[in-house]
């Protein structure tokens, strides 16, 4: 499985951007996809998270309201709605596809969860 994320560039305080994530393929059992970000000096942080079979969705507090996430399967593509970014939301974003939980749903965003990654894309609010 490989991951290729991109859409992030510089945006100004309020704007928005779509991030998109292609995948190579996808593993059965690492049906999780997920978008994390970490910003200089921080730990890599879960933003949101997706079962790939039902569309089913978790969004971190940090984002909720303003982050989306959703998928095209057929284009085996995950994305990320980024809405009235700020300053605080610059970071490097990561798309990663992982495990469920004991439960089988994808609430998890522990990073030791995901064990696909891709490069990441830069986003830069300012």
């Known amino acids: 499985v490989q991951l290729v994320e991109s859409g992030g560039g510089l945006v100004q305080p309020g704007g928005s951007l779509r991030l998109s994530c292609a995948a190579s393929?996808?593993?059965?059992?690492?049906?999780?996809m997920g978008w994390f970000r970490q910003a200089p000096g921080k730990e890599r942080e879960g933003v949101a998270s997706l079962d790939r079979r039902d569309g089913s969705t978790y969004h971190a507090d940090s984002a909720l309201r303003r982050f989306f996430i959703t998928q095209d399967n057929a284009k085996y593509t995950l994305y990320l709605r980024l809405n009235s970014l700020r300053p605080e939301d610059t970071a490097m974003y990561y798309c990663a596809a992982g495990r469920p939980t004991r439960n089988g749903d994808c609430t998890n965003l522990a990073t030791s969860s995901f064990n696909y990654w891709g490069q990441g894309t830069q986003v830069t609010v300012s």
């Open positions: 393929a996808y593993s059965y059992s690492s049906y999780c």
